[in-house]
């Protein structure tokens, strides 16, 4: 041990400071009875080499004392260090009459453990089911690029439309996984997966996730958007709220049977705008609705109109989930088996554009009649 590390020593430093603070009365006690008696000052100075050997004999007794005192944490430093070379599922033993301070910290520190296996657990499962997800429509592109080869000229019209058809309608897979998953590591890592901000009109947006959702919707299911006449102002990123409501929307769709109903709703209360997603499908079980929002999690496959829409990442409901807490919101689950599922999303409300440009703002303005 060199010098700096021998003065960042916690015994070294206790010692010192025990020797120094029962020195310092014997000293002050020592000044008293001298002046008491009336004898000069200057007598007292002839005591002082006798202070020499008593700083030693304390310096040696503190320095065992320090020692014991210290043995707690040395124990636990010495268990902490041997969690480098420990499986992570192993815990620090906690011993009934050590002190509480070390008894706490070996909890604390149990703690910590059960944090991180969590989170490796999550990381492992993560990327197992990311290279799941991106191992299907790898073999599925493979499989028919090597017909593609194999056949060559020779192949039929038909087959070849539909292996390309494939090629395309996979690798559009792949590009959504990927964006998907890159959305969801920049929220992992503190980054802002939302843009630049401004007051929109929740019934802008809405009318908005309508016009699309016309279009790919099946004729024997009807799909109703009731917005109020009054606008309803909120301070986010509209490209990223129709993200969330069409995903919504289209999953509403995908659980919703033939002669079914999806219904989106828009209203204003207590200072939030609530937007609820309401069908009439096969509902979610209690133990899926634990889970919903988990990432990769899906609803068995059988249960959905996933064949008709094509099956997802299982990545939608956790972005979902992601955009809104950005937007300081919060979504909600209420779902009945065969009875149909509502999730409902509530925003906070914000001033009207021209209140919000008062208070230094400057959002886009709506447009005028």
């Given at each position: 041990?060199?010098?700096?590390?021998?003065?960042?020593?916690?015994?070294?430093?206790?010692?010192?400071?025990?020797?120094?603070?029962?020195?310092?009365?014997?000293?002050?006690?020592?000044?008293?009875?001298?002046?008491?008696?009336?004898?000069?000052?200057?007598?007292?100075?002839?005591?002082?080499?006798?202070?020499?050997?008593?700083?030693?004999?304390?310096?040696?007794?503190?320095?065992?004392?320090?020692?014991?005192?210290?043995?707690?944490?040395?124990?636990?430093?010495?268990?902490?260090?041997?969690?480098?070379?420990?499986?992570?599922?192993?815990?620090?033993?906690?011993?009934?009459?050590?002190?509480?301070?070390?008894?706490?910290?070996?909890?604390s520190?149990?703690?910590?453990?059960?944090?991180?296996?969590?989170?490796?657990?999550?990381?492992?499962?993560?990327?197992?089911?990311?290279?799941?997800?991106?191992?299907?429509?790898?073999?599925?592109?493979?499989?028919?690029?090597?017909?593609?080869?194999?056949?060559?000229?020779?192949?039929?019209?038909n087959?070849?439309?539909?292996?390309?058809?494939?090629?395309?309608?996979?690798?559009?897979?792949?590009?959504?996984?990927?964006?998907?998953?890159l959305?969801?590591?920049r929220?992992?890592?503190?980054?802002?997966?939302?843009?630049?901000?401004?007051?929109?009109?929740?019934r802008?947006?809405?009318?908005?996730?309508?016009?699309?959702?016309?279009?790919?919707?099946?004729?024997?299911?009807?799909?109703?958007?009731?917005?109020?006449?009054?606008?309803?102002?909120?301070?986010a990123?509209?490209?990223?709220?129709?993200?969330?409501?069409?995903?919504?929307?289209?999953?509403?769709?995908?659980?919703?049977?033939?002669?079914?109903?999806?219904?989106?709703?828009?209203?204003?209360?207590?200072?939030?705008?609530i937007?609820?997603?309401?069908d009439?499908?096969?509902?979610?079980?209690?133990?899926?609705?634990?889970r919903?929002?988990?990432?990769?999690?899906?609803?068995?496959?059988?249960?959905?109109?996933?064949?008709?829409?094509?099956?997802?990442?299982?990545?939608?409901?956790?972005?979902?989930?992601?955009?809104?807490?950005?937007?300081?919101?919060?979504?909600?689950?209420?779902?009945?088996?065969?009875?149909?599922?509502t999730?409902t999303?509530?925003?906070?409300l914000?001033?009207?554009?021209?209140?919000?440009q008062?208070?230094?703002?400057?959002?886009?303005?709506?447009?005028?009649?």
């Open positions: 041990m060199d010098k700096s590390e021998w003065t960042k020593s916690m015994k070294v430093r206790m010692a010192m400071v025990m020797t120094l603070s029962g020195l310092l009365p014997i000293a002050i006690c020592h000044i008293i009875v001298f002046s008491s008696t009336g004898a000069p000052i200057e007598e007292s100075f002839r005591f002082v080499p006798l202070y020499v050997p008593l700083l030693a004999l304390l310096l040696f007794v503190n320095w065992f004392l320090a020692d014991i005192i210290l043995r707690p944490i040395t124990q636990l430093l010495s268990a902490t260090t041997k969690l480098v070379t420990m499986d992570i599922r192993q815990r620090l033993e906690v011993g009934a009459h050590e002190p509480i301070e070390t008894h706490e910290l070996r909890k520190f149990n703690k910590l453990l059960n944090n991180l296996e969590e989170s490796l657990n999550i990381q492992c499962q993560f990327v197992a089911d990311a290279s799941h997800e991106l191992r299907t429509p790898l073999t599925s592109i493979q499989g028919y690029t090597k017909l593609l080869l194999r056949r060559g000229s020779n192949i039929d019209a087959l070849l439309a539909e292996a390309l058809q494939t090629i395309s309608d996979e690798s559009g897979r792949l590009i959504r996984l990927v964006s998907d998953l959305q969801l590591a929220a992992d890592a503190g980054q802002a997966i939302i843009a630049q901000q401004e007051v929109v009109d929740m802008d947006v809405l009318m908005s996730v309508e016009d699309t959702v016309t279009v790919i919707a099946p004729e024997q299911i009807e799909v109703k958007f009731i917005v109020p006449q009054t606008s309803m102002y909120v301070y990123d509209a490209d990223r709220l129709k993200q969330v409501f069409l995903n919504l929307t289209n999953n509403a769709i995908k659980a919703t049977q033939a002669g079914g109903k999806v219904t989106v709703t828009l209203r204003a209360t207590g200072g939030q705008a937007i609820r997603v309401i009439t499908g096969i509902g979610i079980a209690p133990a899926d609705q634990q919903i929002f988990d990432r990769f999690y899906r609803v068995e496959r059988s249960r959905t109109r996933s064949r008709l829409y094509g099956g997802g990442t299982g990545l939608g409901l956790a972005i979902a989930l992601t955009i809104i807490k950005a937007h300081g919101g919060t979504i909600e689950l209420e779902s009945e088996l065969n009875k149909g599922s999730f999303v509530k925003l906070p914000t001033d009207t554009p021209v209140k919000a008062v208070a230094g703002q400057t959002p886009l303005l709506p447009p005028q009649d």
